[in-house]
């Protein structure tokens, strides 16, 4: 059994920043890749980062230079660090991991961020 909590979530101005974590617990072998992804109201979830075993990382183009996307292996743990923050960033964020060949998702974590 395999449990994934995200944390971090909570209201900011704009131009602010936010770390999101996304811990697995439970029987974890092996993480494969990983990403985080947000919906925002009346929208479709949409990829916001991804990053490999090997560390190879992706991003929207909306978030490309504010966001990085990590991970600490040893930890089970991936993180969201978020700069610069806008309106357009408030949505639920999830974190998506692969384990093995299983996807798991955690339960969401709501950012806000007011003008």
């Known amino acids: 059994q395999v449990h994934v909590v995200e944390s971090g979530g909570g209201s900011v101005q704009a131009g602010g920043s936010l770390r999101l974590s996304c811990a697995a617990s439970?029987?974890?072998?092996?993480?494969?890749?990983t990403g985080w992804y947000r919906q925002a109201p009346g929208k479709q979830r949409e990829l916001v980062a991804g990053i490999t075993t090997g560390g190879v990382t992706n991003y929207a183009d909306s978030v490309k230079g504010r966001f990085t996307i990590s991970r600490d292996n040893a930890k089970n743990t991936v993180y969201l660090q978020m700069n610069s923050l806008n309106s357009d960033d408030t949505a639920v964020y999830y974190c998506k991991l692969l384990i093995s060949v299983t996807e798991y998702w955690g339960q969401g974590t709501q950012v806000t961020v007011s003008s």
């Open positions: 439970g029987t974890v072998f092996r993480i494969r890749a």
